[in-house]
């Protein structure tokens, strides 16, 4: 899909969910659609660094809050890319829970889109996104994929993952995550298809091409 060279700011899509929701996997789909037009951010590559604690400190701490980010650091980037211009960006290893050293240069592209379990909760935030969506998918969907994810990726045990699903995911989630649905204006159930996905790819490309 050919689409012109924007002169305006660029579009900053949202694409909020519980851990599991297919966030990832929404924004790849949507980067690839409207290729080479768009850059993604993941809110993970906010995670605060922890390498100054012991391995057995960072195996207690909950990663599945607010607190657990550099916010700072994330509305620079962030700030910066609405205005159109490159941004740093930190990247985080989730099986040491440390900051690489270096950090990557992020442009901004038409369309910039950020996905992540927090990002309408904070309004400095929450009002640089004209598109936010919110990734709506049933608990025992993201329990399944976490799984497969952390045990693959991660090095995790399937009894961990579960345990850590049951008593600080989901609790999470339904305090932090779920209540942001009323702040999105699209809402994407965990199995849309086709139509629904070539729906909001024509609602990206219109807000970029408006007629």
């Given at each position: ?40 951010l ?7 660094d922890r ?65 992540g ?70 809402i ?24």
């Amino acid at each position: 899909m050919a689409l012109p060279r924007r002169r305006s700011a660029p579009l900053l899509v949202a694409i909020v969910g519980g851990s599991g929701s297919g966030k990832t996997w929404l924004a790849r789909k949507l980067a690839a659609a409207l290729a080479p037009h768009t850059v993604r951010l993941s809110l993970d590559d906010f995670y605060r660094d922890r390498s100054h604690l012991s391995p057995q400190r960072r195996a207690r701490i909950n990663f599945d809050q607010p607190g657990a980010i550099d916010w700072a650091a994330t509305e620079t980037a962030i700030y910066a890319l609405a205005r159109g211009r490159s941004a740093r960006v930190p990247t985080y290893d989730f099986k040491t829970q440390r900051r690489a050293r270096t950090k990557r240069i992020l442009h901004p592209r038409p369309i910039v889109l950020i996905e992540g379990l927090w990002l309408l909760r904070r309004r400095s935030l929450r009002r640089l996104f004209p598109v936010r969506i919110f990734v709506s998918c049933p608990a025992r969907l993201r329990l399944r994929r976490r799984l497969e994810r952390d045990r693959r990726c991660r090095g995790r045990t399937e009894a961990s993952v579960r345990a850590q699903f049951r008593n600080l995911v989901e609790p999470m989630h339904r305090l932090y995550v779920a209540p942001q649905r009323r702040w999105a204006n699209v809402i994407l159930p965990a199995h849309s298809g086709p139509k629904q996905f070539r729906a909001l790819v024509a609602r990206l490309h219109a807000g970029i091409c408006p007629n």
